[in-house]
């Protein structure tokens, strides 16, 4: 190939190329807008008391989260998850069987432990732990744990206090929950009750209440 052929090649190489990087970054900057669109709706049906984790999911035209990891919401997206996962366990709200319930109970404690182990972001890092500890103490005891549920749940309380030392929400439950293990010691008996804890929190988990029994 002679100088000049070489020349154009590389030039045609080069448009290729411009073609491709221009081609990509309309199709990021749809997958972009088509986020926004998303968690907005999550969020909308999430305060409708119509949880679903998939609401958060969408199908983008750049593979790997390239969108959402430039927006930088993949954390917040987890969260959202985790929070909606959570509402389904909530009695009257999923309409899941009791071995559903089960099943999402145990991936909502696993997301929302991850989401507290995160801390970038101290507020929803406390949030989650709150909700964990809810979980947690909602959970029948297992031969294959360490501690037990209360034991967990109270970890988890501690936490969220520790990390949010102006939640309210988790000293409340925190409170509730040490008043409600000395009335069992009294009584020599437990006497949990499924779903005392919180309500389902709204606002695509931004601020979830979590209140009490």
């Known amino acids: 190939?002679?100088?000049?052929?070489?020349?154009?090649?590389?030039?045609?190489?080069?448009?290729?190329?411009?073609v491709i990087l221009a081609v990509v970054a309309v199709l990021l900057a749809l997958d972009v807008g088509g986020w926004r669109g998303t968690v907005r709706d999550g969020d909308l049906r999430q305060a409708a008391g119509n949880p679903d984790p998939g609401a958060w999911d969408r199908d983008d035209y750049v593979t790997g989260e390239a969108a959402a990891r430039l927006l930088g919401i993949r954390d917040d997206l987890a969260f959202r998850r985790a929070v909606a996962r959570f509402s389904l366990t909530r009695p009257g709200v999923g309409g899941l069987s009791p071995a559903d319930v089960h099943r999402t109970r145990?991936?909502?404690?696993?997301?929302?432990?991850?989401?507290?182990?995160?801390?970038?972001?101290?507020?929803?890092?406390a949030q989650?732990?709150?909700?964990?500890g809810i979980l947690?103490?909602?959970?029948?005891?297992s031969g294959t744990s360490d501690i037990s549920p209360a034991e967990a749940a109270l970890e988890s309380?501690?936490?969220?206090?520790a990390l949010d030392p102006d939640s309210e929400h988790a000293k409340r439950n925190l409170e509730r929950l040490l008043r409600t293990l000395r009335s069992e010691q009294r009584t020599e008996g437990p006497t949990r009750q499924q779903g005392r804890f919180g309500r389902s929190?709204?606002?695509?988990?931004?601020?979830?209440p979590g209140e009490g029994y």
């Open 136 to 141: 947690s103490a909602e959970s029948p005891a």
């Open 1 to 18: 190939m002679t100088g000049t052929g070489r020349r154009r090649a590389a030039a045609m190489a080069g448009v290729a190329v411009a």
């Open 157 to 161: 309380f501690r936490s969220a206090i």
């Open 106 to 125: 145990d991936r909502a404690l696993e997301d929302l432990t991850a989401v507290a182990a995160d801390r970038d972001h101290l507020s929803r890092a």
């Open 128 to 132: 989650a732990a709150n909700l964990a």
């Open 201 to 208: 929190p709204g606002g695509g988990g931004l601020s979830p």
